[in-house]
C-alpha cells in the first residue's frame, strides 16, 4: 500500500488522463493493481463531513426489533437489509437515515426483477451508490455516525454483500459487470483506522448475477465514518455498485 499521497495524486492523475476504457487482461495486469489503489486512495482520502439538519423520525431510524437487536446496555447490533424504506427502480433520493447510521450518497433501489441485474441478497431493496447517486445526491458514499439526534457514539462493522452492475437513465441495475470495491474507515478526528480492497467481483458471462460476501477486517472498529469507492471495467462513468445486508454493532451514547 502507498504511503505517500502525493504520489497517490500522481498516479491519480495519470491514470484519469490516460486509463483506456475497460480492462485488458492481458496487457494491463502487471499495472491494474497500482493504478486501481491509485483511484480509490484519491476517493477514500480523509474529508469533513457537511452539517446536515437531519430530523430523526421514528419511520426514518428503524430502530426496531427487526433491524436493531440490542445485545448489552451500551451496543446494538444491527443489519441493514433497506427493506424498510419505501424504493423506487430508480435512487433519485438519498437514502439517509437507516437503522441507527446516516447513509450519505447512497441511493436506494427496489430490485423486483431478477432475470436481469444483479440480485438483491434479501429482496426487494438494495443501496446503490456510483456516477448516478453521485449526480443526484452531490456527495460520496459515507456512512457516519454524524447526524442531528444520533445515538451512536461509534460503530464496527463485520460483513456485507456487494457488486456490480451497469447503469443507465432508465434502469440503474442494467446488467452485472466486473469491478473492485474499496472502503476506508475514519474516526472522528479523520484518523485513517482500516483500509480494505475487496476481491474483485466478476459475475461472469450472464444477463444476472448474485452478490457476494465482503468480510471487514478486524481494523473496523470505533469508526465515526466508512468511505466507499469503487472502479469498473466498464468504464467510471456506467457503473453503480449495489450493497445489502451490511451487518454492524452501534456503541450508543452514554
Known amino acids: 500500500m502507498f504511503k505517500n499521497i502525493a504520489t497517490w495524486a500522481l498516479l491519480a492523475a495519470a491514470l484519469v488522463q490516460a486509463a483506456p476504457a475497460t480492462f485488458d487482461v492481458d496487457t494491463e495486469l502487471e499495472i491494474r493493481d497500482l493504478e486501481l489503489e491509485a483511484v480509490l486512495k484519491r476517493d477514500l482520502e480523509p474529508f469533513e463531513l457537511e452539517t446536515r439538519g437531519v430530523e430523526l423520525e421514528d419511520r426514518d431510524i428503524e430502530l426496531d426489533d427487526r433491524d436493531i437487536e440490542t445485545r448489552a446496555s451500551r451496543t446494538l447490533s444491527g443489519l441493514a437489509n433497506f427493506d424498510a424504506k419505501v424504493a423506487n427502480s430508480v435512487p433519485t433520493k438519498e437514502l439517509g437515515i437507516y437503522g441507527g447510521l446516516f447513509w450519505q450518497g447512497f441511493g436506494l433501489v427496489r430490485k423486483d426483477s431478477t432475470l436481469t441485474g444483479v440480485r438483491p441478497f434479501s429482496a426487494p431493496n438494495v443501496a446503490v451508490y456510483g456516477p448516478i447517486t453521485r449526480l443526484t445526491n452531490n456527495a460520496r458514499a459515507v456512512v457516519t455516525t454524524q447526524y442531528s439526534g444520533s445515538i ?91 450493497i445489502d445486508d451490511v451487518k454492524y454493532t452501534l456503541k450508543t451514547i452514554s
Open 152 to 242: 451512536a457514539a461509534n460503530f464496527t462493522l463485520s460483513q456485507f454483500y456487494y457488486g456490480c452492475s451497469t447503469t443507465t437513465v432508465l434502469s440503474t441495475l442494467a446488467l452485472p459487470t466486473r469491478c473492485n470495491v474499496a472502503a476506508a474507515g475514519y474516526n472522528r478526528a479523520g484518523k485513517l483506522l482500516a483500509y480494505q480492497l475487496f476481491p474483485e467481483y466478476t459475475p461472469g458471462v450472464g444477463l444476472s448475477a448474485n452478490l457476494v460476501l465482503g468480510i471487514f477486517t478486524n481494523k473496523f472498529v470505533g469508526l465515526d465514518h466508512v468511505i466507499f469507492a469503487s472502479t469498473y471495467s466498464i468504464g467510471p462513468l456506467l457503473g453503480a455498485t449495489v
